[in-house]
């Protein structure tokens, strides 16, 4: 099946260890969003990708990168996790990002918890 | 500022009962409002998008610009329709989303 996949699913790394999340997608979709989603609160999108072009949301912190080296990876890196970066990441994607008739697919999500 | 308020983080009713999630919403233009819901163990998915006005499930939502909201409805809750309900807003072009809190749905038997 066509589907957005994402790598672990469940990650532990320690304070200020830098740690990087995987996303892939078969569905040839030329946007790719990251989100993080805290404990009980909204998923919160970090940035996007639309084919090669990187847009980062205003408030995301510096300590938070991504890289997209072809159509069908998209990689989160957090250079020094800290305590408050303990959340579900999110992957999602989409076709054109062009409107209200294009819809995003999630991938399963990594809980990562920083010790 | 954009924003979407989901009021109730859980809501409990019981099977053949109607249902309400509600959503408020503050946007500055013409708001496109999408609501996705995610199972028990399953991804995030897109329920129903306000510009198909469509019903999907049994769930219908209609936007009312007058009270900025977007509350999803459903006549006769069924016990397969407990999961987390989440309203959300595009916010600008490549499709970027706003979301709420959630709402929690048990439906009992």
């Known amino acids: 099946d066509a589907m957005v996949i994402q790598n672990p699913r469940y990650q532990v790394t320690q304070f200020g260890k830098p740690v990087t999340l995987s996303c892939s997608q078969t569905l040839n979709h030329n946007v790719m969003y990251w989100y993080q989603q805290k404990s009980s609160q909204a998923p919160k999108l970090l940035f996007h990708?639309?084919?090669?072009?990187?847009?980062n949301e205003a408030d995301t912190p510096d300590n938070f990168q991504s890289r997209r080296p072809n159509t069908s990876f998209c990689f989160l890196d957090i250079r020094s996790p800290g305590l408050g970066d303990t959340a579900m990441y999110l992957c999602a994607t989409s076709r054109e990002g062009g409107g209200v008739t294009d819809t995003q697919y999630f991938g399963p999500g990594t809980r990562l918890t920083v010790l | 500022a954009q924003r979407v308020t989901q009021p109730e983080k859980l809501l409990s009713v019981f099977k053949g009962a109607p249902v309400e999630l509600k959503c408020n919403y503050s946007?500055?233009?013409?708001?496109?409002l999408f609501w996705y819901v995610q199972y028990s163990r399953q991804r995030l998915q897109l329920l129903l998008r306000h510009i198909s006005r469509e019903s999907i499930k049994g769930f219908t939502a209609d936007l009312n610009k007058g009270e900025t909201s977007f509350h999803l409805k459903k006549p006769f809750a069924q016990e397969e329709d407990s999961a987390m309900y989440y309203c959300a807003l595009m916010n600008g072009g490549y499709n970027k989303l706003i979301f709420g809190a959630g709402t929690r749905l048990a439906v009992h038997p």
């Open positions: 946007y500055s233009g013409s708001p496109e």
């Open positions: 990708y639309y084919d090669k072009d990187f847009n």
